[in-house]
């Protein structure tokens, strides 16, 4: 099984989505040890002792992590589908870079598809999540 299938299975964690399941549009992407990677391209049983943070996982408690805030402040959800996993790759961009520039937010969602083209709305949001 796939980190994403043990995820979404097994673990009830359903925040992370699998669309492609190729490795291809990065709605599955979550945290192994602090970077963004694909779950949907990683066996369950290569995770080893390696530190996975989901979606779920990103909040402290009933407060939003400043990416999540700054994408509802920025209406960066249309649909949702693939709004986690950009998340998590936005979050990583500001954790290894606190202030990225316009091209830097462009290259940690580059992998990302969102169908419902809300981009330019997830840039401002990173932008201005950076600032807080
Ligand atoms: S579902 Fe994993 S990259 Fe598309
Ligand atoms: S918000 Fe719908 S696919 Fe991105």
């Known amino acids: ?7 979404r299975g097994p ?3 359903t925040g992370t989505k699998i669309a492609c399941n ?3 549009c990065s709605a599955c992407t979550v945290w192994l040890d602090g970077a963004p990677v694909p779950s949907c391209m990683i066996l369950a049983l290569d ?3 390696r530190k996975v943070t989901t979606i779920e996982g990103l909040a402290n408690g009933d407060v939003l992590h400043k ?3 700054a ?5 960066a959800i249309q649909c ?3 709004t986690p996993g950009m998340v998590m790759s936005c979050a990583a961009l500001l954790e290894r870079n606190a202030n990225p520039c316009e091209d830097d937010v462009r ?3 580059s992998g990302h598809i969102c169908r419902c083209g809300t981009y330019p709305h997830v840039i401002a949001a990173v932008l201005a999540a950076a600032t807080k």
């Not at 099984?1 to 995820?7: H, R």
């Not at 994408?71 to 209406?75: A, G, L, P």
């Open 71 to 75: 994408f509802i402040d920025h209406d």
């Open 22 to 24: 190729r490795g291809a």
């Open 80 to 82: 949702g589908f693939c």
């Open 11 to 13: 673990l009830h964690l």
């Open 1 to 7: 099984m796939t980190l994403a299938e043990v995820l």
């Open 67 to 69: 990416v999540q805030q």
């Open 107 to 109: 290259e940690a969602i």
């Open 47 to 49: 995770v080893g002792e």
